[in-house]
């Protein structure tokens, strides 16, 4: 090997030396010029998240849930002569806060009656006082062995005005059931209406201290029928009882009315339908 050859390869090691020092030191001084050590910026973002000391119980936050309609009948029998003692009254089998317009049948015909679906309430409009015809809306839900409910609010009304509750109305024709009729000024009846016929009044005009009355009075109807035998509930009260034998009409349709004796343009509201369905053997 010649002197320059030895010469040229030792300047060569000498420079890979000095790159390599260079190359090390500027690993471990990463960021340095900029001022932000490696991990740095992730510390910063985070730094905001609130940690917990040790032992520590952190604090509640505002409990937040979602909105669930409360059941129409939040009570429990106690009373075991009370055929609902058998009931889950918390929890019906089914309920209707009319919020489906679909679920009723609505409708406007002068001179007889209207009824249509709106915030959360059936309203029924009977035009003309008559005591031969009730107009009625009827809902797509059918039972047979049942008990069912349904709050109702008076419009202007007066005397026998009053507001119906039909369980077991023809699904085919819309006809027929059985209806516990309240009236305004504080009574109810049992009807029975039958297909092509007069109404039968099973139980005439009966009053009772259980119901509201007047403009605006609010009542909950009850209907309970298991083969035939019928109980009928006002506001939680038992307020009577009957038996149709035969059973002519063991199952249906539900349908709800206004029914005018003395007033014009008689309306009225319904609301919060709940139903349970009956063991056969009771």
Not at 173 to 191: H, I, K, P, Q
Not at 202 to 225: C, F, H
């Amino acid at each position: 090997m010649t002197r320059s050859r030895v010469f040229m390869l030792t300047i060569a090691l000498l420079l890979a030396g000095s790159l390599a020092c260079s190359t090390v030191a500027n690993v471990f001084n990463t960021g340095a010029e900029s001022g932000t050590a490696p991990g740095a910026e992730q510390a910063e973002q985070t730094g905001d998240v609130p940690t917990l000391e040790p032992g520590v119980e952190p604090t509640a936050a505002e409990v937040q849930r979602l909105e669930v309609h409360s059941t129409p009948t939040p009570f429990h029998i106690t009373d075991e002569n009370d055929p609902r003692a058998i009931l889950d009254l918390a929890d019906p089998d089914y309920y209707d806060y009319f919020e489906v317009p679909e679920k009723w049948f609505d409708y406007d015909t002068p001179g007889r009656a209207a009824y249509g679906v709106a915030d959360g309430r059936l309203w029924g409009l009977d035009y003309e006082p008559e005591e031969l015809y009730s107009w009625w809306s009827y809902s797509v839900k059918q039972s047979d062995l049942v008990y069912a409910e349904v709050s109702t609010t008076n419009g202007d009304c007066a005397g026998k005005d009053a507001v119906g509750f039909v369980i077991h109305s023809s699904p085919e024709t819309a006809a027929g059931g059985y209806a516990l009729e309240v009236s305004c000024d504080g009574a109810w009846r049992f009807m029975k209406h039958r297909v092509g016929k007069m109404p039968q009044e099973y139980i005439e005009w009966t009053a009772s201290d259980a119901i509201q009355t007047g403009k605006d009075a609010t009542n909950r109807l009850g209907v309970w029928d298991h083969l035939g035998q019928f109980y009928f509930f006002i506001n939680g009260e038992m307020v009577g009882e009957s038996y149709d034998s035969p059973h002519q009409y063991p199952g249906g349709t539900f349908a709800l009315y206004v029914k005018a004796s003395q007033t014009y343009n008689l309306k009225a509201w319904f609301y919060d339908f709940a139903s349970w369905e009956l063991p056969y053997g009771l």
